[in-house]
């Protein structure tokens, strides 16, 4: 896998069962670097949603369905969602994300962790 591609993911409940975590099968972006991709344990990744309300949260990017993507509905980057998940949590590539989208989801990135340009 490399960054930027959008696998099936299998997302874990948290412990205790409560949270406000995405979890359960469903698509994800990967944003890890691919340089360090074969050497760590974890993947790092930002899952989608189909529920558009997601759309009302900071950082939450909308992207339409395409032959590149694979998505099959309109779905919601939750950028603010990122987290890092074991690699035995990937199950399948459904497709890649366009290149503006992924420059945008860069930008959330850069904000939500308080990083600069430069």
């Known amino acids: 896998m490399n960054r930027?591609?959008?696998?099936?993911?299998?997302?874990?409940?948290?412990?205790?069962?409560?949270?406000?975590?995405?979890i359960g099968q469903r698509p994800a972006l990967v944003v890890h670097d691919d340089?360090?991709?074969?050497v760590l344990p974890?993947?790092?990744?930002?899952?989608f949603t189909t529920q558009l309300e997601?759309?009302?949260?900071?950082?939450a990017i909308r992207v339409e369905p395409s032959n590149e993507n694979g998505l099959s509905q309109i779905s919601v980057l939750m950028v603010f969602q990122l987290r890092a998940?074991?690699?035995q949590r990937l199950l399948y590539k459904i497709g890649r994300l366009e290149e503006d989208i992924l420059r945008k989801v860069d930008a959330?990135?850069?904000?939500?962790l308080g990083l600069?340009?430069?």
């Open 4 to 22: 930027g591609d959008i696998m099936f993911v299998s997302l874990p409940p948290p412990p205790g069962g409560t949270g406000r975590e995405q």
């Open 35 to 38: 340089s360090t991709s074969s």
């Open 42 to 47: 974890v993947i790092i990744i930002i899952p």
């Open 54 to 59: 997601a759309l009302r949260f900071p950082h």
């Open 85 to 87: 998940i074991d690699k």
């Open 108 to 112: 959330e990135i850069r904000l939500i």
């Open 116 to 118: 600069s340009l430069a």
